[in-house]
């Protein structure tokens, strides 16, 4: 059961958006990381159930903290909300452990579909 | 006019730097479904500035390039302006095999006009889908100008010095690339004019009201 959400994401109106199409009815604990590296140190701290990561981001982008995210916790559910879908970007991250990959803007549709899946993914 | 009504907020330019990162994402797909490269893409950067600045501005941004070719294309909408994308002017080159047929035989074209239609087919590609998305998000629709492209030896020489009024604003959107495999690295300027502003800023509140 999903508890606890990271949002990493470098854009401040990027986060409010994702946070904007959460739902607010389930009690989700929401915490957010400003690029890559602030993100994989409060995903240590806070060990969320599902991780929202932007791929674009400055100091560490998204697929490289995807990568250190898996290498921590293999078992970490991370969904990449990106504005970058070219093939071989949405390739690369899924190879790195991602759960699924999403684009940019993210709506309370797409979110709640991602939702879903990774609570089915978590079991 | 109410100097606020002629400028924009730091929320609002975080709002068009992340429609402009989703603009440019979507420009980089659809040139690599077209070619087979892979676009490095970096953050976003916007700015306000006086247009008569706009020349010197850009050329302090390209400056390590020296030669620079640019595609130059026009838009009108309610978002109107021009948008500049800026390579080395080696990228030409760099970039004619990706349109090939992979034999390196481009018949009787000159390479110089082989340069220049890769460059302008890379430009309407990239310039399109960007404005054309970022247009999309902000409930507007544009038509353009064809491309051009302006080889010269310096950035000064090749944007126009008098693209808006001179006492007028101008927004700048800047994005820094790289195609991967080749090397070629490039800017992409989208300079709009004060005229935009006030339905600029109408769009991106409305743009942020469906997610209130």
């Known amino acids: 059961m999903i508890k606890k959400i990271l949002l990493i994401d470098d854009s401040p109106i990027s986060r409010r958006i994702m946070k904007s199409c959460i739902p607010k009815d389930r009690g989700y604990e929401l915490y957010e990381a400003g690029d890559g590296l602030a993100g994989l140190e409060t995903y240590k701290d806070v060990r969320p159930d599902v991780t929202f990561m932007d791929l674009t981001m400055p100091v560490m982008d998204g697929a490289e903290a995807t990568g250190k995210i898996k290498e921590f916790h293999p078992e970490a559910v991370v969904i990449v909300c990106t504005a970058d879908i070219q093939i071989k970007s949405i390739t690369n991250v899924l190879g790195l452990g991602a759960l699924m990959v999403m684009k940019k803007p993210p709506s309370k549709e797409t979110i709640e579909d991602a939702l879903a899946k990774a609570e089915a993914h978590i079991g | ?212």
């Open chain 2, 1 to 212: 006019m109410d100097y606020c009504q002629n400028t924009i907020s730091d929320e609002e330019k975080e709002i068009l730097q992340e429609i402009m990162n989703i603009a440019f994402g979507k420009a980089a797909a659809d040139l690599a479904e077209v070619i087979n490269i892979f676009v490095v893409l970096s953050v976003p950067y916007i700015e306000m500035l006086m247009a008569h600045d706009l020349p010197v501005y850009i050329k302090s941004q390209v400056s390590e390039y020296g030669r620079v070719s640019i595609v130059e294309q026009n838009f009108w909408g309610e978002f109107k302006g021009s948008a500049f994308l800026v390579f080395q002017s080696s990228a030409g080159r760099e970039l004619i095999s990706l349109f090939g047929d992979g034999s390196g035989d481009f018949g009787s074209e000159s390479i110089d006009a082989l340069e220049k239609e890769t460059l302008m087919e890379v430009g309407n590609i990239l310039i399109g889908a960007c404005v054309g998305k970022l247009s999309e998000l902000l409930g507007d629709a544009v038509t353009y100008s064809p491309p051009r492209v302006v080889t010269e030896n310096t950035p000064n020489d090749a944007i126009p010095v008098n693209i808006f009024e001179s006492g007028s604003s101008a927004i700048v959107l800047k994005t820094v690339f790289c195609f991967n495999e080749r090397n070629v690295h490039g800017f992409l300027f989208l300079v709009t004019s004060h005229d935009s502003i006030l339905w600029l800023k109408k769009s991106l509140a409305a743009f942020m009201e469906q997610y209130e």
